[in-house]
């Protein structure tokens, strides 16, 4: 399976991707995507940066994962380990409600810890939603750390901040 950088003619599939997620998370009670979150600016955006990478399967995009340097400000105020190396963020990991649990999410998180130590960061940093019990898991299993809560506007519950040194 190939991970790929994705390109401004697959904003659809994205846009396609994201839409199928969060009507599964709905229907499963998360909250933490709606309409307006994530959108065609954001997505547009990561795709200009040429930070989106995503896998694809039966001609559609099936799994995504951003990977930058941009953090929230919120993030300012809590005690991170690595406070004198260079941090990566992961953004945006979903994958297709129809082929999750085959590992997708495992390699595009996997991939991302090798592209951000060939990058030259020593640490990734992410928020997750607390009410997505699948999400802080699969981080959890995955070796990060939680760091601490911060909150985001009309979200109903906090995001758990996580952490893992390269």
């Known amino acids: 399976m190939t991970i790929m950088r994705l390109e401004s003619n697959d904003k659809s599939g994205v846009m396609s991707l994201f839409r199928s997620v969060t009507q599964d998370l709905k229907r499963k009670g998360i909250h933490q995507w709606d309409r307006f979150y994530p ?8 795709l200009r940066n040429k930070n989106l990478f995503g896998i694809s399967m ?5 799994a995504v994962v951003v990977l930058d340097t941009k953090q929230s400000a919120k993030y300012s105020a809590l005690q991170w380990s690595d406070t004198q190396g260079k941090s990566a963020c992961i953004h945006r990991l979903a994958v297709h409600p129809e082929y999750q649990g085959r590992g ?7 991939f991302a810890e090798n592209l951000a130590g060939q990058q030259g960061n020593s640490s990734i940093r992410l928020d997750v ?21 911060i909150k985001f506007p009309f979200r109903e519950v906090p995001y758990m901040c996580f952490e893992k040194i390269l």
Not at 58 to 62: E, K, L, S
Not at 104 to 110: E, N, P, V
Not at 131 to 143: E, K, P, Q, T, W
């Open 58 to 62: 039966d001609a559609q995009i099936v």
């Open 129 to 149: 939603y607390t009410g997505n019990r699948g999400a802080l898991s699969m981080y959890s299993r995955a070796g990060y750390h939680q760091v601490g809560e």
């Open 104 to 110: 997708l999410g495992k390699q595009l998180l996997q």
């Open 39 to 46: 959108n065609g600016i954001v997505i547009g955006r990561d």
